[in-house]
Nanobody
Framework: QVQLVESGGGSVQAGGSLRLSCVVS????????MGWYRQVPGKQRESVAI???????KYAAFAKGRFTISRDNAKNTVYLQMNSLKPGDTSVYYC????????WGQGTQVTVSS
C-alpha cells in the first residue's frame, strides 16, 4: 500500500519561505510523475506543480517564479520550495502522482499572514 507523508508546513508572514517534503513509500517512486496540490476547505483541490520522471517541471500560473518542485529518487521524496509567500497561498498542501492518484496523505498546513 502506498503511503504519502507530507511535512514542512507552518505559519509564516507574507514574503516568507517554506520547504515542503513528501516521502513516498510502498511503490517504485522513480517511475511516477509527481505533483504537489493544495486545497482550501470548501474548494476544489488544485494542482500547484508537477515534476516528471525525467525531472521536467510544470507550474500553475500562481506558482511560477515563486515555487520550485524537485525530487530525490534516492530518498523517495518530492519537495516544494515556496518563496515570496502570499496570504492566498494559505492552504493544505498534498503530494500525489499526476494521474491515477494514490490514497491521499494527511497533507501539511501552510498559513501565510499579512
Amino acid at each position: 500500500q502506498v503511503q504519502l507523508v507530507e511535512s514542512g508546513g507552518g505559519s509564516v508572514q507574507a514574503g516568507g519561505s517554506l520547504r515542503l517534503s513528501c516521502v513516498v513509500s510502498g511503490t517504485i517512486f522513480s517511475r511516477s510523475n509527481m505533483g504537489w496540490y493544495r486545497q482550501v476547505p470548501g474548494k476544489q483541490r488544485e494542482s500547484v506543480a508537477i515534476v516528471s520522471i525525467g525531472g521536467n517541471t510544470k507550474y500553475a500560473a500562481f506558482a511560477k517564479g515563486r515555487f520550485t518542485i524537485s525530487r530525490d529518487n534516492a530518498k523517495n521524496t518530492v519537495y516544494l520550495q515556496m518563496n515570496s509567500l502570499k496570504p492566498g497561498d494559505t492552504s493544505v498542501y498534498y503530494c500525489n502522482k499526476v494521474r491515477g492518484y494514490w490514497s491521499w496523505g494527511q497533507g501539511t498546513q501552510v498559513t501565510v499572514s499579512s
